[in-house]
């Protein structure tokens, strides 16, 4: 078992982290993951139990009262809460997705007045919303706008985003949309500005869920993590001050894709933790199941399946801390974070798989949770860019076209 759990060195520090989430998540969060999955029901406990140790203020730096974590320990947390339940570890990524866009891009008093309170107290709940019904692989086709109302002041936002995580329970919102500005000459083209995408005018904007024309709406009913939160939201006349820009006109889809390299390696982690998980469980049912008189585990078959998943979740999890590696050395972890979350979600999509496999037909029941398992570990293939996303960005990077 131990085997299983191979991964590149962690530091004193890193390792207390690791050892206070692994009982957290196995004392405060496995325990109610079945029952909230069947709910559809957010397991708001547990949230309250993750700011309680501090951890949804996991990104946001320690002058606004954060925990200001490095990438392997942003990593080990994820890998660890989802070990409890993806759902919850899902929300949290996302939370920290938010922070990090108001800690980066934030004015001084932006940060102030939020990052604190979502350190400290978990709420308001961040969101992040980048992706629309018609534009998901391809976020620069977005149809979202935001019009610049020269005499408030103010960007009028409409339009609709689609699959957001905690689109119910959020509280303030990270949103890209195009801005329209006909005031502003060359809004419409590259100005040779390394930072503005070349589509032209998507920009980033903090947007507080009370405003009016934010409108949520029904949750998503899902093959899988039923606990968490996804809903559309749309804007309808959605007026924010021009303060609320985050980023330069412009320069939001380069943002987005900066803050989603970080968030990648954190899926990946959260896959390595669900695959683990998945593990553990047929581990224990493969030594107490007997057939042909003894333990399954003793059917050579068996034993290789073991072999094949314990190898793949350590290379999947030395993925994860190589491109934390990189990103703590200050290098380009593109590629590296997509090949961990190619590589990691397979990976979960393999173990769960097995893992219900080694149940035979006890794992087709809700009575286990590898069931759940294997239909959390769907998401981990789609979400923050698809499989075939991350392996146009790895090709990208090793074929350097
Ligand atoms: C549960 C859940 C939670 C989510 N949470 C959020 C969130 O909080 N915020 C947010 O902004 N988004 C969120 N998303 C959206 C998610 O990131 C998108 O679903 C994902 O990026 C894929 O976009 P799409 O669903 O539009 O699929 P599409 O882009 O329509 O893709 C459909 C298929 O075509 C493939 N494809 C598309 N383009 C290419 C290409 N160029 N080359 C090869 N294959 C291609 C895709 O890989 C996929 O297999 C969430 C989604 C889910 C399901």
Request: glycine share 10%; with cysteine.
């Amino acid at each position: 078992m131990t085997g299983a759990r191979v991964g590149s060195s962690l530091t004193d520090e890193q390792e207390a982290i690791r050892d206070l989430v692994r009982e957290f998540a196995a004392e405060e969060v496995r325990p109610g993951a079945g029952e909230a999955d069947e709910a559809e029901s957010f397991p708001e406990d547990a949230w309250d139990g993750l700011a309680e140790l501090g951890l949804t203020g996991l990104t946001v730096p320690e002058a606004y009262g954060g925990f200001e974590a490095d990438e392997t320990t942003y990593a080990v947390v994820n890998e660890e809460l989802a070990y409890g339940h993806l759902a919850v570890a899902t929300a949290l990524s996302v939370h920290c997705l938010a922070t990090s866009c108001i800690a980066e891009f934030g004015s001084e008093a932006q940060r102030e007045r939020w990052l604190p309170e979502m350190a400290a107290e978990g709420r308001p709940v961040g969101m992040f919303c980048l992706s629309e019904p018609h534009a998901g692989s391809n976020p620069a086709e977005m149809s979202t706008t935001a019009e610049y109302d020269p005499e408030t002041d103010e960007y009028v936002l409409d339009g609709e985003k689609q699959w957001i995580t905690n689109g119910k329970r959020g509280g303030v919102a990270i949103v890209f949309a195009k801005a329209v500005d006909p005031g502003a000459e060359g809004a419409e083209t590259d100005d040779g500005d390394a930072d503005r995408d070349d589509t032209g005018s998507i920009t980033q904007f903090l947007v507080p869920a009370d405003t009016e024309g934010f409108e949520v709406g029904e949750k998503e009913e899902k093959l899988g993590l039923r606990a968490s939160d996804t809903t559309g939201i749309s804007f309808d006349d959605c007026r924010v001050p021009a303060e609320n820009r985050l980023t330069e006109e412009g320069e939001g889809l380069s943002a987005a894709f900066r803050t989603l390299t970080g968030g990648r390696i954190g899926i990946a982690a959260q896959a390595v933790g669900l695959a683990q998980a998945a593990f553990d469980e047929a581990e224990s049912y493969a030594a107490e199941r007997e057939q042909f008189g003894g333990p399954i585990d003793d059917i050579q078959t068996i034993r290789h399946t073991f072999a094949e998943m314990a190898t793949d979740i350590s290379a999947a999890r030395l993925l994860v801390r190589e491109a934390c590696r990189q990103a703590e050395a200050g290098e380009d972890n593109r590629v590296a974070a997509s090949q961990a979350k190619y590589r990691a979600s397979e990976t979960a999509m393999s173990v769960t798989n097995e893992a219900v496999q080694i149940h035979g037909g006890y794992g087709y029941t809700t009575e286990f949770d590898v069931e759940r398992f294997y239909r959390d570990a769907k998401i981990t293939e789609i979400y923050e860019g698809t499989t075939e996303i991350q392996k146009t960005i790895i090709a990208q990077g090793v074929l350097g076209k």
